[in-house]
Nanobody
Framework: QVQLVESGGGLVKAGGSLRLSCAASGRTFNTYSLGWFRQAPGKKRVFVAAISWSGTATYYADSVKGRFTITRDNDKNMMYLQMNSLKPEDTARYYC?????????????????WGQGTQVTVSS
């Protein structure tokens, strides 16, 4: 089983940038597909971005495409989400997600393992 811990959230102005990090503990997740989901108050959790275990395939929600970049460093058991040109509608709690299945499955149905989330707030 993999344990995930997010960090890097905070309060920024619209147009600003943040980099979220997701660190594995307990076990490595080199072979896992990874992704980011977010949930705003009163809203359902939605997909943001995902990356295959090798890092060669990435997927993004239309709402963040061109602004967010997902990467991973398997040697360090880390995943990152670089968020640029942030908008108030990006305000949400962001969750790291992992699953041993194909990355497309993670995009479609969410993975099995979650972190505790990190809050991102974008002011207008």
């Amino acid at each position: 089983q993999v344990q995930l811990v997010e960090s890097g959230g905070g309060l920024v102005k619209a147009g600003g940038s943040l980099r979220l990090s997701c660190a594995a503990s307990g076990r490595t997740f080199n072979t896992y597909s990874l992704g980011w989901f977010r949930q705003a108050p009163g809203k359902k959790r939605v997909f943001v971005a995902a990356i295959s275990w090798s890092g060669t395939a990435t997927y993004y929600a239309d709402s963040v495409k061109g602004r967010f970049t997902i990467t991973r460093d398997n040697d360090k058991n880390m995943m990152y989400l670089q968020m640029n040109s942030l908008k108030p509608e990006d305000t949400a709690r962001y969750y790291c997600n992992a699953d041993p299945a194909d990355v497309v499955e993670l995009v479609l149905r969410e993975g099995d393992f979650w972190g505790q989330g990190t809050q991102v707030t974008v002011s207008s």
